[in-house]
């Protein structure tokens, strides 16, 4: 799983927040990791604006267990709603935090799950069929996706971004194969510069998923994504997803030269309630922030659990991929909430749909 908007942990609950007013006292506090930024705390500052009545709890789902956070706020705070400001890292297949909200939403009626549908929108996303071309990787030949033909245009076997001195860019890939499939595609991320020297190489067959990490050690400079096919058939319905992850940018990312709509958020329309949030501007006419992913996300398989496989379940391919049509609902970002430095708070504005989702939140504890 990766952090939206930015990829730092959350900070510990600073007392001064709850001195000034902005938090209640008795927030119930499951696992907290300190970090540098404090967006769980503007979550809840916002959620109490609108329900000063709702009981709070946190927990850092960021750098400890996530489903254990879900399982923990839920069994043991007893929430009613649970909110989240984290993208799943995963797609195509359904994810774990399906079944366990489905599972417990079996002993809680009332049971909500708010979440994000992210900041990827302009430019930090890419979604396509494996478009087979041969190009030149390196010093060797292979067979690598043309993004490209793949999004409609000229053949071009490069998705290029431009990466401002010593940034962090953070690329997930993601193919359209189960957790651990015995006849898996094989796949590579290539990131190159502008002389085509490779800058870091990623494989993997039995994860679908793989991570470039990069820290641009110099100057401003354009690196290129490939990803090759080391082993499987591209016409087998291949598909891909490329997402900009933390901590390249906060909502004004990067873009890439390829990107496409899409949601970068899991397969959290497998289950009941869940709703996904998008993010509009705070001033009339409230349209859509550019930022803010308008879906859909598309699942490829269904998952049945089983105890003896590597992750719990095991997956069977769909007939056809399922388009979810997410998000379900919008609301306001760029809200103002107040920003500790640890001596003094300051009203500043909160950008991102990480922002918007804690108001259908609220929103939802003021209907109990």
């Not at 959290?268 to 709703?275: I, K, N, Q, R, T």
């Not at 920003?339 to 939802?364: H, L, Q, R, Y």
Request: charged share 15%.
């Amino acid at each position: 799983r990766y952090r939206d908007v930015t990829g730092v942990q959350t900070c510990a609950l600073p007392i001064s927040y709850q001195s000034a007013g902005l938090l209640p006292n008795n927030v119930y506090i499951s696992q907290n990791t300190p970090g540098s930024l404090d967006e769980g705390d503007w979550m809840m500052e916002l959620i109490h604006q609108h329900a000063p009545d709702a009981t709070l709890g946190f927990c850092d789902g960021d750098d400890l267990d996530f489903d254990g956070c879900v399982k923990d706020l839920a069994n043991n705070f007893q929430a009613n709603i649970i909110v989240d400001d984290l993208l799943f890292s995963g797609q195509f297949y359904p994810d774990a935090t399906a079944d366990i909200v489905t599972q417990l939403e079996a002993g809680n009626s009332q049971l909500v799950f708010v979440h994000l549908a992210g900041n990827e929108q302009r430019g930090g996303y890419w979604q396509g069929s494996f478009v087979p071309t041969q190009a030149l990787i390196g010093n060797s030949t292979a067979t690598a996706l043309d993004f490209g033909v793949a999004s409609g245009r000229a053949s071009d076997p490069f998705n290029a971004v431009n990466v401002p001195a010593a940034a962090h860019l953070r690329l997930i890939i993601n193919w359209n194969d189960p957790p651990h499939g015995a006849g898996n595609h094989a796949i590579s991320a290539h990131l190159l510069d502008s002389n085509g020297q490779e800058l870091i190489h990623v494989s993997d067959q039995a994860n679908p998923t793989v991570l470039v990490d990069w820290v641009n050690p110099g100057a401003t400079q354009v690196v290129r994504l490939a990803i090759t096919l080391d082993d499987g058939s591209p016409t087998s319905g291949l598909a891909v997803q490329v997402t900009e992850g933390s901590a390249l940018c906060n909502i004004e990312c990067q873009s890439l030269a390829y990107f496409t709509s899409g949601l970068a958020g899991g397969s959290v329309g497998d289950f009941e309630d869940a709703l996904v949030v998008g993010a509009t501007t705070v001033n009339q006419p409230y349209t859509l922030e550019p930022w803010s992913n308008f879906g859909p996300f598309r699942i490829d398989f269904q998952a049945t659990a089983d105890s003896t496989s590597p992750d719990g379940y095991d997956y069977t391919r769909l007939p056809s991929p399922i388009q979810v049509k997410k998000p379900d609902l919008v609301a306001p970002d760029c809200v103002t909430v107040g920003f500790s430095d640890g001596k003094n708070i300051n009203n500043e504005a909160f950008c991102g749909t990480s922002a918007a989702v804690p108001a259908i939140a609220a929103g939802a504890a003021l209907l109990e």
